[in-house]
């Protein structure tokens, strides 16, 4: 008997949540920017239900916000959310990098490795910033998916849109891509050691440093 599966079409309302998500990121629909229902169905050919939910599933995400007129804009970074998202991830992330040090096989570190490497040829081949950003992000991922505590991993996926958002501009400068990277080999290199506190170190300067970076781009807009 032929290995034969059924796949499910994909909803609609999920397709134009991608696709919506995908505007914020890449700009189409900046922060402040309204998002309104009867223009994207227009836009998208559809009824507002499925449009609806999309916007539902965004804003549960933190990427649309109601404004205080009752409008549905993308949400705009504050100082004040930026500094506390960026308290919540020191505190994680220094503890998840610890916990996979120990939790780690050393097929999974030569993975992040791998990563690190394919990383720094993208930075040398001039590929688009959305890949680049995209790899740094799975550099941070793959340390969480490698302690293999699903509680942990799922406070930090609650973070994941809006950390994946401040990555966006915070991509922004001079030679960021390189300085990412080195910061990102500078964790490595203690985690290859299995050098939990200076591993955890590592990746606290890494993150005050993007969190001062992500400040200065905001501040001088």
């Keep these: 008997m032929n290995n034969f599966t059924i796949e499910k ?16 990121f890449e700009g189409k629909y ?6 309104i229902e009867n223009q994207l169905a227009k836009e998208f050919n559809v009824s507002k239900s499925p449009i609806r939910e999309a916007i539902r599933m965004l804003e ?9 007129k009752s409008k549905m804009i993308v949400y705009e970074p504050t100082l004040k959310d930026v500094e506390e998202i960026y308290f919540c991830r020191k505190a994680l992330e220094s503890f998840a990098v610890r916990l996979m040090i120990q939790k780690a096989i ?23 910033s959305n890949t680049i950003i995209s790899m740094n992000a799975s550099f941070h991922n793959l340390i969480i998916e490698y302690t293999k505590n699903d509680r942990l991993k799922k406070q930090l996926t609650d973070l994941k849109s809006i950390m ?3 990555r966006i501009i ?17 964790i490595f290199s203690h985690i290859k050691n299995r050098d939990e506190e200076k591993a955890a170190e590592a990746m606290l300067e890494h993150l005050q440093m993007d969190l001062d970076h992500l400040i200065k781009v905001l501040t001088t807009k």
């Excluded at 994909?10 to 914020?24: N, R």
């Excluded at 549960?60 to 205080?68: C, N, R």
């Excluded at 991509?171 to 500078?186: P, S, V, W, Y």
Aim: glycine letters at 4%; proline letters at 4%; hydrophobic letters at 30%.
């Design 9 to 24: 079409p994909i909803p609609y309302y999920e397709q134009f949540y991608h696709s919506i998500k995908e505007m914020i």
């Design 30 to 35: 900046k922060p402040g920017d309204r998002i």
């Design 60 to 68: 549960h995400e933190g990427l649309i916000v109601t404004d205080e």
């Design 106 to 128: 050393d097929e999974e570190i030569l993975k992040i490795e791998d990563l690190l490497k394919e990383t720094e040829s993208a930075i040398q081949q001039s590929k688009d």
């Design 164 to 166: 994946y958002f401040f």
């Design 170 to 186: 915070n991509f922004q400068g001079e030679n960021r891509a390189t300085d990412i990277l080195n910061q990102h080999k500078n």
